[in-house]
């Protein structure tokens, strides 16, 4: 995540899919590095098994 943010490029998005479980880990990475983060789930019969995680570049707000 560090260096996929320090390719970005001004006003660029980086987008991951991973598993709920690393959430509070990949957010905590996250949290000085990125502006608005969104979170979407990747529903398959009964529970998210995966997540979509947005982030953008400059920071400007905090966690949606």
Same mark, same amino acid.
Request: positive net charge.
């Given at each position: 995540?560090?260096?996929?943010?320090?390719?970005?490029?001004?006003?660029?998005? !980086?987008?991951?899919?991973? #598993?709920?479980? #690393?959430?509070?880990? *990949? !957010? #905590?990475?996250?949290? %000085?590095?990125?502006?608005?983060?969104? *979170?979407?789930? !990747?529903? %398959?019969? =009964?529970?998210?098994? #995966?997540?979509? *995680?947005? =982030? %953008?570049?400059?920071?400007?707000?905090? *966690?949606?």
């Amino acid at each position: 995540i560090k260096f996929c943010h320090k390719m970005l490029k001004p006003n660029g998005v !980086l987008s991951m899919i991973h #598993r709920p479980a #690393r959430l509070s880990d *990949i !957010l #905590r990475v996250f949290e %000085n590095r990125f502006g608005d983060v969104v *979170i979407y789930p !990747l529903w %398959n019969v =009964g529970n998210a098994n #995966r997540v979509i *995680i947005k =982030g %953008n570049d400059p920071p400007t707000q905090g *966690i949606v």
